[in-house]
């Protein structure tokens, strides 16, 4: 299966097997048209085609997200203007940033296939998979759904230069996808859609990854709008206060003299500026008295609402409260999160992603995935110490617990010091 490639073409083609669904115009009925839809995507080499729309780029605010969530919430639900407004979001350098860190440290950890029956370790199979990278997009895929709700994937199976089998990773827009109905569209403005569980290439060629909940970054939206309204007003504030309006009085009804006015205020700078008549009066308003506090309040309170959502603490943020004791408990709570990372990829995998690519013949065997968990030892290595006066420690223990290689015992060193017993030491 190749994978969505010449949209355009795929398009015309389905448009024109389209019109043999009499039955149901407006759906693709896998069960009844399997064989038409089939042949359709056959010619283009694909499963699921697409098309591409224009994404607009005007400044969202409140109001667009609670339209976008009645329109999830709707009888016909569709989810693009919800996923639009997460990829915007997304934008924010905070956000993105917490989660970029949350997920190095997910892909700090080892893993490996093993035997259920007695888990030793697939060496083979495990560097066909780490080899072929797709584990990392398949897992990024996976945990993207704690953020984002929901990942729709491709698979296929190619061979390299070198004979090597591949396996290709496409992963589906979210904005063509609603699965509260299982419902994929080939273009979200429209009706045609198609119930993509029903497929015969659904759980093999076609991977679902759903939370069955709101993403977290759902829950950003209300603080990455307000911060970014915030900033635009602190620079509006920082231009009054830095580069304040000028404006000249002249005879605005002498049109030279307008003209001339105008042309000494351009030369003058980039600052904004503004002519008025000399019978006329200006005066500035005078606000609140203020340096930007209120700005950096608020936005600070939105970087730490942003960092609780997603690392669970405030990690090196605060630079005026913040401590190393404090930086080393916020460690440990996403250190926590993590492992709840763990446990959803690790499931996801055994569940779904293996048993596909078993059927696509990349993996072999009855193996499952597992990942390794590093242990802290800083407080048994401590006991150890302590027990070391008192007890001999098998060094083989040591060894392969530590990874700490003893060789034998450290000779103490002869005392350089001599008593003086002389014959007069008595005396």
């Given amino acids: 299966m190749g994978i969505l490639k010449n949209i355009g073409e795929g398009l015309a083609i389905i448009e024109s097997k389209a019109t043999t669904l009499v039955a149901k115009p407006n759906v693709v009925n896998p069960a009844n048209d399997q064989a038409i839809l089939a042949a359709a995507l056959k010619d283009v080499k694909r499963v699921l085609p697409y098309k591409m729309k224009a994404v607009s780029n005007n400044r969202q605010d409140m109001k667009t997200w609670k339209d976008a969530l009645d329109l999830v919430q709707s009888d016909e639900p569709k989810n693009f203007a919800l996923q639009d407004l997460y990829t915007r979001v997304m934008d924010d350098a905070l956000l993105s940033s917490q989660i970029e860190n949350r997920m190095t440290k997910f892909f700090g ?6 035997n259920p029956k007695n888990g030793e370790a697939d060496e083979e199979q495990t560097t066909k998979l780490k080899d072929s990278s797709a584990w990392r997009e398949i897992t990024k895929a996976i945990l993207e759904t704690h953020y984002l709700e929901y990942n729709l994937i491709e698979l296929s199976i190619t061979k390299n230069i070198d004979g090597d089998e591949v396996i290709n990773i496409e992963k589906l827009p979210r904005t063509h996808i609603v699965p509260q109905l299982g419902r994929y569209y080939f273009d979200y403005t429209e009706d045609k ?3 993509y569980r029903n497929m015969r290439e659904y759980g093999v060629y076609i991977l679902e990854f759903d939370s069955k909940k709101r993403g977290l970054v759902n829950k950003a939206i209300p603080h990455v709008l307000m911060k970014k309204f ?3 007003c602190w620079a509006e504030l920082c231009e009054i206060y830095g580069i304040p309006p000028r404006f000249m009085k002249t005879n605005t009804q002498d049109p030279a003299m307008l003209k001339r006015s105008e042309q000494m205020m351009s030369d003058m700078g980039a600052a904004a500026w503004f ?6 009066h200006f005066e500035f308003a005078q606000g609140v008295s203020t340096n930007g506090d209120v700005y950096r309040n608020l936005i600070t309170l939105c970087n730490n609402e ?3 959502l997603v690392s669970g603490a405030i990690i090196a943020q605060d630079t005026v409260n913040g401590n190393r004791s404090k930086d080393e408990s916020a460690k440990d709570v996403l250190w926590d999160l993590v492992l709840q990372d763990v446990v959803t990829s690790q499931d996801y995998w055994n569940r779904v992603v293996l048993p596909a690519l078993k059927k696509l013949g990349f993996i072999k065997g009855d193996v499952k995935f597992r990942y390794t968990i590093p242990e802290d030892q800083t407080e048994d290595w401590k006991r150890v110490v302590e027990a070391l006066p ?3 420690i098998d060094p083989e223990w040591v ?7 003893i060789i034998g015992k450290k000779e103490a060193p002869a005392s350089t010091q001599k008593l003086n017993l002389g014959i007069d030491f008595f005396d």
């Fill in 109 to 114: 950890l080892e893993w490996n296939l093993v």
């Fill in 306 to 308: 942003m960092s609780m």
């Fill in 193 to 195: 859609f198609i119930e």
């Fill in 390 to 392: 008192f007890f001999d």
């Fill in 399 to 405: 060894k392969k617990t530590f990874g700490i290689e």
């Fill in 275 to 280: 002519v008025i008549d000399e019978n006329e």
């Fill in 230 to 232: 915030s900033q635009s």
